[in-house]
């Protein structure tokens, strides 16, 4: 599977690589909520949501008190910036 460079923004980015690039990370689409993904690490977990302008992230149990953390991230950045924020983890 050939994506854009990791420099391209995501939103050059066709759906289909988008979801790959997921699915390469270790996510797996949510089988009732098609734009939702969730992905579960030795130390974190999260639900990504793949919104009409922006990626939201929403790291469960993340923040000191065990709420969870959001974050959300616009498509002009990059794959390879979204891949070191996204899943860095909280």
Partial sequence: MAFPPADTPLYNHPLPDIEDWLLLKGC????????????KQPHWQAEITLDIDSIQ??????????????????????????????????
């Fill in 28 to 39: 797996q689409k949510d089988d009732q909520d098609p734009h939702c993904w969730h992905i």
């Fill in 57 to 90: 992230v929403r790291y469960l149990g993340a923040s000191d008190d065990g709420s969870d953390v959001q974050r959300i991230f616009k498509y002009s950045l990059s794959r390879q910036d979204l891949d070191e924020v996204i899943f860095a983890g909280q």
